[in-house]
């Protein structure tokens, strides 16, 4: 059992993630020591995800989610110093769920509240669990695929995709496919499993453009192959290898562009296996270290937002309540992170 | 016979390696595309001989449309590598954050205008930055790396090559990329003309407004 005094000394920091389909909280100290990392996802009966119905679904879950955290980190409200949430970007009526149950919490305690860069709190995470410095990030995830860098005051983005996220790309695929998620991963997840046994590589679109990719053309080739009569196996391999050929290739020219020495996968895309193998080859090959975050902190958790909240809070960087609205298009590269150097 | 052992190698990009060479007296650059261990090989073969072969042809015509560009001297497909001139002078990555404002503008003005002579004749450069440009002692700004270049004469094209290239301004020089970026639409109108810039600089807002977080996107 952990020291609550301890903590209070150092203070703690809760943080509300509800930007897509998860609803969680997390519970970190000043230290960087996760307390809790609680959390319940939406599970749309068919298609993806509804975002009305992903808000009311977080709505439901979050005093549950809430109980189970407090409970499993073993502290009171009290005991919090700040109150952090994912302010962007994302869904809306999925991040206002989030906002609201945020500002209650931090005027009803009367601790300050911090609008955290959802991106941003998923390089940290990174960063953190995986004691990564100054990285290339590859953060690809449903709604998301973009690497970035640290760059004077703020992570740049290098490149990013130029329509869709490479997990929307796989998990569109995947109900296209009619294939059906196993518990507690994304639905692109199934996609893996059936690429192992692919042999045939299917010539299917390739399209780097600079240190930008598109991954729409190759989302319709895949599926109009699969429908011309193409082995299943056969399309998940040749899907995967092309995309994250793609994403890889352009990891590695924002690694030779920025000559840094360590790579970090992050996102929910980063537990697949094939991507991990092809960013180790790409780090060995520059002389980097390769570092993945793990499965608990890659997919959306409340944890990565408490994080996030502590370095911005420690910087005296709070959110007043009128700023707290949601920012559904908030880009990386628009956060200043002073607690970078 | 022991050539390889002369070369010395200049830069290793995420693509290719770079080698500097004596090549029948004249001093030359080799571009070699390495096999890349992470892609199935059929998939990286095929990737990098087509790059390989549409590279020179690119940046010949570049020439003709009036850009310079490296001289080829020989192209082997079975090493996927590329033997051309090596163009003394300093990368435009470096100079533009170091040289005067009137400079950086008039730079930028003239880089503008090389893709207006590039786009002219359905050329997209693909990989617009400024690592990829070198001016050299005489005033001259040249081209590089067209491998991921292609024909293409559709505004689409045209768009993407200049949003990449307002991309790389905003990642890598980021404390006047605005300034920059609006020199090359200057320099590039001078050329295209008016109104070919105005399509084109309205596709680039409409690509743009493609991207997942964009603050311009409506809902």
């Known amino acids: ?341 | 016979m022991d050539t390889i052992v002369e070369r010395t190698l200049l830069k290793k990009g995420a693509e290719a390696s770079l080698f500097l060479d004596d090549w029948h007296g004249k001093k030359v650059v080799i571009k070699v595309r390495v096999p890349k261990r992470y892609r199935p090989p059929a998939l990286d073969e095929q990737i990098r001989t087509y790059r390989t072969v549409h590279e020179p042809q690119l940046m010949h015509e570049a020439k003709a449309a009036g850009v310079p560009t490296p001289l080829i001297y020989m192209v082997s497909v079975s090493e996927s590598s590329i033997i051309m001139e090596y163009v003394e002078g300093q990368q435009v990555k470096g100079l533009l954050n170091s040289v005067t404002e009137q400079k950086r503008i008039d730079l930028c003005n003239e880089i503008g205008a090389s893709i207006g002579r590039l786009h002219c004749r359905g050329l997209i450069h693909g990989d617009l930055t400024t690592s990829n440009m070198i001016l050299s002692p005489n005033g001259k700004v040249f081209f590089v790396d067209f491998g991921l270049g292609e024909k293409n004469i559709e505004l689409e094209a045209k768009g993407v090559d200049l949003h990449l290239l307002k991309r790389a301004l905003q990642s890598t020089h980021y404390e006047f990329w605005d300034h920059c970026f609006r020199s090359v639409l200057n320099g590039y109108a001078k050329i295209v003309g008016l109104e070919r810039a105005a399509k084109v600089y309205e596709k680039i807002v409409e690509i743009e407004r493609r991207g997942r977080y964009v603050e311009e996107r409506k809902q």
């Open chain 1, 1 to 341: 059992m952990k020291n609550i005094k301890e903590h209070n000394s150092g203070g703690v920091c809760l943080g509300i993630e509800s930007s897509a389909d998860d609803f969680g909280i997390g519970i970190s100290t000043f230290k960087g020591e996760i307390l809790a990392n609680q959390s319940d996802s939406y599970i749309p009966s068919k298609g993806g995800i509804h975002p009305r119905e992903a808000a009311r679904h977080h709505s439901e879950v979050a005093d549950k989610v809430l109980i189970q955290a407090l409970t499993k980190a073993q502290i009171k409200p009290q005991d919090l110093t700040a109150i952090a949430f994912s302010q962007g970007p994302g869904l809306g009526p999925c991040l206002r769920t989030g906002a609201t149950i945020a500002r209650a919490l931090a005027s009803y305690l009367e601790v300050p509240l911090i609008g955290v860069n959802h991106s941003i709190a998923h390089i940290e995470i990174g960063k953190l669990k995986t004691g990564a410095k100054d990285p290339v990030t590859l953060y690809a995830s449903g709604g998301n695929t973009m690497v970035t860098a640290y760059e004077s005051r703020r992570y740049r983005v290098f490149g990013e995709t130029l329509d869709i996220a490479l997990g929307n790309c796989l998990d569109v695929f995947a109900r296209e496919a009619g294939l059906r998620s196993r518990k507690g991963l994304p639905l692109g997840a199934a996609v893996e499993q059936f690429a192992l046994k692919g042999k045939k590589l299917i010539s299917l679109p390739y399209v780097v453009k600079g240190m930008d990719l598109s991954l729409s053309g190759l989302l319709t080739a895949a599926t109009s192959a699969l429908h011309d009569g193409c082995r299943l196996e056969d399309v998940c391999y040749s899907l995967q290898e092309n995309a994250f050929s793609m994403v890889t290739e352009v990891t590695e020219r924002a690694l030779a562009h920025t000559e840094k020495k360590e790579v970090l996968l992050t996102g929910g895309v980063a537990a697949n296996k094939r991507l991990q193998s092809m960013l180790t080859l790409i780090s060995e090959e520059h002389d980097a270290r390769f570092a993945v975050v793990p499965l608990e902190f890659a997919t959306d958790n409340g944890a990565m937002i408490a994080w996030a909240g502590v370095l911005a809070f420690r910087y005296g960087l709070v959110t007043p309540l009128e700023e707290s609205f949601v920012k559904l298009r908030w880009r990386v590269d628009k956060v200043d992170v002073p607690w970078i150097q």
